[in-house]
């Protein structure tokens, strides 16, 4: 491909993909400030919810989502992960952007 900006060849693949910025540009001309947003999900009930969050830094967005992944039990398939591996909440600033919620209560009563 060649780049809009600098007119250079580059390949794209999952490396290049990673960076992030336009498709039509190469590695250097496709520099990422902006930080993305993380969804994260959350249960009550018999329904999740979920939450778009948003960060100041990529720093910030990488400890958070690390803290939720290890106390979620991600990939933990079907063993708990309570009482082992589980993280401190970190100290992060994050601003939560919107909340997709379900019916909390299951059998629809108020």
């Known amino acids: ?7 250079d060849d580059y390949l794209w693949d ?10 039509t540009h190469c590695g250097d001309c ?12 959350g249960a009550q009930g018999k329904q999740a919810e979920v939450s778009i969050l948003r960060f100041q830094s ?12 290890a106390n979620s039990g991600l ?6 992960q309570i ?14 952007v919107i909340v997709f919620e379900s019916n909390v209560n299951a059998k629809g009563k108020s």
């Open 14 to 23: 999952k490396s290049r993909a990673m960076l992030g910025g336009k498709r």
């Open 1 to 7: 491909m060649n780049c809009v900006e600098c007119g």
């Open 83 to 96: 009482g082992w591996g589980l993280k401190s909440t970190p100290a992060v600033s994050f601003e939560t």
């Open 58 to 69: 990529e720093d910030d967005r990488k400890q958070y989502l690390s803290f939720w992944a």
């Open 30 to 41: 496709s520099e990422e400030t902006t930080v993305r947003y993380a969804g994260v999900t």
């Open 75 to 80: 990939n933990k398939g079907k063993s708990c």
